[in-house]
């Protein structure tokens, strides 16, 4: 199957990094935990904008991805950062997701060309319903945090913190567009 844009899987990169370069200049406004799944969730996007990446790697990177969204929201409840930090763990989430369904994708392909005689699970159906509903709630999250709720930052930090936001929703969204 043909990418909906053949260069989806960039653009997610670039704006992964724009993301991650924005988390880490705004660096006392975000805790550890923010700076930590912005910077695995750039890698993550890097590496499956490579095309030739098996299914044990992006299964692997899905693990690294869900253990990052955990580690995401430890220890923020309460705290002025917490809303953020649930954002940026719901995108790594997403990415888990997406890396889980190229796995059950690539997986697949291989099975066609050396049939193991082991039928599919069927889990790619469901596993891209998730994908688009987490990304649709990742879009809808940072355009009612952008106009319904208060700025907590102002000046510099404020407009690093929104770039961030968007930059994660756009690669979210154009993740869609390239799987």
Known sequence: ??????AAPW???????????????????VPWQGRQSALV??????????PAVDALTRLALGAVLLVSAMLGTM?????AAAATCCHRALVSLVMAVCAFDGSVVVSSV???????GHGGHGLGGVLSALVMIGVAAVVLWTVAA???VPPQHHGRTGRLLATE???MAAGVAVMCLGF
């Open 1 to 6: 199957m043909e990418p909906l844009v053949p």
């Open 11 to 29: 653009l997610m990169a670039a704006a992964a990094l724009v993301s991650a370069v924005a988390c880490v200049a705004a660096w006392r406004a």
């Open 41 to 50: 969730m750039a890698a993550g996007m890097l590496v499956l904008a490579i």
């Open 75 to 79: 220890g923020v409840r309460g705290t």
């Open 110 to 116: 291989e099975r066609a060309v050396t049939p193991t």
């Open 146 to 148: 952008a106009w319904f």
């Open 165 to 167: 936001s968007w930059a």
